[in-house]
């Protein structure tokens, strides 16, 4: 690209763009057509950068061991390659391998590849997203994919989405995935538990009943207090719950029962990690005035707490 302006005596040169190309491959872009379709020339150039593919001639990106040499390097390459070569199976498993997403620029007969698609997915779980949609029933294949990527149990088949080990496999990865499983699996137990451990904010995909369940409600709540406003009301009315929520994330203390917005301690934790806690306290707390200095004292010590905090770890750095 440097290559722009240069006067056509340099551009046409193949002793000086061999040696621009193998500082840096997009210099082909700036290489008159006739090197464009040199395979010394284009070679060196994917060999530098596989995304110099797109200057070479179509006749270059028509060349297997000129787009090996750049999938191989950079994946992403193979939507530069010609239409017969986006159909070549070893083309295509070096670019997948490289980087899964490629499977998207493969041909359709590809895309329905076992080997292929399982290659694919196990560099990235979301290229099951481009793979045959009969892949997405294969055990084997999906457990690969959301093993690595969770969310990628959205492109699997409605049985799979239905397969206990499959969606366990996802939740652990992702716990958001649990949105995607079916309605039974969203109301078992140990599924749910899982995905909340993973993310407390995938509460909202269960069942009505689970998030009413203190066991799943508190470890939401524990890595993610903000899972309060998910659970049930009887969860919001719960001392421990609503604490450890308050504890996780301040800002929680919106979503708790408005009988415990009375409650000194629960309001003082919130406090310590939001400035604004007493917006959400009830009316008798805010007009207490011995309990807003109590506040404002646990705020700022909090605050220093964790300048000091600051400062020590940058001594120490």
């Given amino acids: 690209?440097?290559?722009?302006?240069?006067?056509?005596?340099?551009?046409?040169?193949?002793?000086?763009?061999l040696r621009a190309v193998k500082v840096d491959g997009r210099a082909l872009g700036g290489?008159?057509?006739?090197?464009?379709?040199?395979?010394?020339?284009?070679?060196a150039a994917v060999g530098a950068r596989g995304d110099a593919l797109l200057?070479?001639?179509?006749?270059?990106?028509?060349?297997?061991?000129?787009?090996?040499k750049a999938v191989e390097l950079w994946g992403p390459a193979l939507r530069y390659a010609s239409d017969r070569l986006r159909g070549d199976r070893d083309v295509v498993l070096a670019a997948v391998t490289t980087w899964g997403l490629a499977l998207q620029h493969a041909a359709e007969k590809l895309r329905a590849d076992r080997d292929v698609v399982l290659a694919a997915v196990a560099n990235d779980g979301l290229a099951l997203l481009h793979a045959s949609p009969k892949l997405g029933d294969d055990k084997e294949l999906v457990l690969a994919a959301v093993g690595l990527w969770g969310?990628?149990?959205?492109?699997?088949?409605?049985?799979?989405?239905?397969?206990?080990?499959?969606?366990?496999t996802a939740v652990k990865r992702w716990g958001v995935a649990l949105q995607f499983a079916d309605e039974a699996l969203r109301a078992d137990k140990e599924v749910v538990l899982a995905a909340v451990r993973?993310?407390?904010?995938?509460?909202?995909?269960?069942?009505?009943e689970l998030r009413s369940d203190r066991e799943v409600v508190l470890t939401a709540v524990r890595g993610c207090?903000?899972?309060?406003?998910?659970?049930?009301?009887?969860?919001?009315?719960?001392?421990?719950v609503a604490l450890a929520a308050v504890t996780a994330r301040g800002q929680a203390l919106r979503y708790v029962a408005g009988s415990l917005q009375a409650d000194r301690q629960i309001v003082l934790t919130a406090a310590r990690s939001w400035g604004s806690a007493l917006s959400c306290a009830a009316e008798a707390l805010q007009s207490d005035e011995a309990f807003v200095r109590e506040v404002v004292q646990a705020r700022l010590a909090s605050v220093d707490a964790g300048a000091a905090k600051g400062k020590w770890l940058t001594m120490t750095l």
Wanted: hydrophobic share 45%; proline share 2%; glycine share 6%.
């Fill in 1 to 17: 690209l440097a290559l722009a302006g240069a006067a056509p005596s340099l551009t046409s040169s193949k002793e000086f763009l």
């Fill in 31 to 43: 290489a008159s057509q006739q090197l464009k379709n040199d395979n010394e020339v284009v070679l």
């Fill in 55 to 68: 200057y070479a001639s179509e006749t270059m990106r028509d060349c297997k061991e000129v787009v090996l």
């Fill in 151 to 168: 969310a990628a149990l959205e492109h699997a088949s409605r049985r799979l989405r239905g397969d206990r080990d499959v969606v366990l």
């Fill in 198 to 208: 993973t993310d407390g904010l995938s509460l909202p995909y269960a069942s009505l």
């Fill in 225 to 240: 207090g903000s899972a309060l406003a998910h659970a049930g009301s009887a969860m919001k009315a719960d001392k421990e």
